[in-house]
């Protein structure tokens, strides 16, 4: 999720919700992207990094 988004409460809000229902959840902020930066700049390092935490967190939570 990127620090300086439109969406980032609902994000915030979504990620409590699906907590509440016992949902193991897990909500990373990159701090001073923008929303779409991922999208925008995909080949930025720090897109490549968020790119990665999305792919590494369903691999680990099917394969546990």
């Known amino acids: 999720m990127a ?3 439109p969406l980032r409460d609902e994000d ?3 990620v409590a ?3 509440a229902a ?3 959840t897990e909500l990373v902020q990159v701090p001073g992207a923008v929303h779409g930066f991922d999208l925008l ?3 930025a390092r720090i897109s490549e990094r968020s790119l990665a935490n ?3 967190a369903p691999n680990e939570a ?3």
Do not use: A, C, K
Request: hydrophobic fraction near 35%.
């Open 54 to 56: 999305q792919v590494r």
């Open 3 to 5: 620090e300086i988004d």
């Open 12 to 14: 915030r809000n979504y």
């Open 22 to 24: 016992g949902v193991t």
């Open 41 to 43: 700049f995909p080949s």
């Open 62 to 64: 099917l394969h546990s």
């Open 17 to 19: 919700l699906l907590s």
